[in-house]
């Protein structure tokens, strides 16, 4: 047998056996496979109705992950985050990395991740439906400023961002995309910001009256109604007016409502 048609066999023979011990090559990261896709939840994007935000895309993350910063004048510390869909909330800590972050399980191998968040608004293992904060947008960790760090994973890999179904892009800078939200956009109640921390609801609007919930920081609500009950003094104003929320299914002294007006416009009395 000629030299050259020897060297030509025996390396055929190798590449068969490397191939043999080492098996199909799979790709990093691989992509949800189109039935995958078609049974994802319709994620939202993670912060409130209305407001708009820009997002980048770091090179150095381990997964396919979007940070995002309000662009539309508003202050990105504090914002509160929400549910992108409904599912299982966990509450983690990592100093060094994610900081206070929520992981929510949504079934069918997804998961969503919320990094760096200043405070938590859900006990761990909540039940979240879709539009629930979770937790108020912060900087903790390894983080240069404040930000929603968020992701999409299918059975642990991470995907690239969809949002009502459609991909967003990947930018190495923010203010090139935006996107503006219309997640809890919809449902019964007028929605509103609190301000202040450990604010208590109550079942009916009185001082007396057991505490159903309490609110850690400034949280977006959905106010049903309003009626008048004890009068309350905070940062030298005075409120008798008080408000139903909806989703805590409690009062709040409209004083922590953040609204110059004592009674709030366009809320039916109770």
Not at 44 to 67: I, N
Not at 228 to 249: C, F, H, I, M, P
Request: hydrophobic fraction near 35%.
């Amino acid at each position: 047998m000629p030299l050259r048609r020897l060297w030509a066999v025996t390396a055929a023979v190798l590449c068969a056996l490397a191939g043999l011990l080492l098996g199909p090559v799979q790709p990093a990261g691989a992509a949800a496979s189109g039935a995958a896709l078609a049974a994802a939840p319709n994620f939202k994007a993670p912060y409130p109705c209305g407001q708009k935000w820009t997002y980048s895309h770091h090179s150095a993350e381990v997964r396919r992950a979007l940070d995002f910063v309000r662009a539309d004048g508003g202050t990105t510390n504090g914002t509160p985050v929400l549910a992108s869909a409904a599912g299982t909330a966990y509450r983690h800590v990592q100093a060094d990395g994610a900081g206070n972050y929520i992981s929510i399980e949504h079934g069918g191998g997804w998961r969503t991740y919320y990094f760096h968040l200043s405070a938590f608004s859900v006990p761990d293992g909540a039940q979240v439906a879709q539009g629930r904060q979770i937790g108020t947008t912060g900087s903790t960790g390894n983080s240069s400023g404040p930000h929603i760090h968020y992701e999409q994973l299918y059975n642990g890999v991470g995907q690239d961002i969809r949002i009502n179904g459609g991909a967003l892009a990947y930018p190495g800078g923010y203010h090139q995309y935006y996107l503006t939200s219309d997640n809890d956009c919809g449902g019964a109640g007028t929605p509103f910001m609190t301000w202040g921390s450990g604010v208590r609801v109550r079942a009916d609007a009185r001082l007396s009256s057991p505490v159903v919930a309490t609110l850690p920081g400034p949280t977006g609500v959905r106010v049903l109604c309003q009626k008048q009950g004890d009068t309350v003094n905070a940062e030298g104003y005075t409120n008798n007016w008080w408000s139903k929320l909806r989703d805590q299914n409690g009062f709040l002294s409209n004083i922590y409502i953040d609204h110059p007006a004592s009674q709030l416009p366009g809320v039916p009395l109770c």
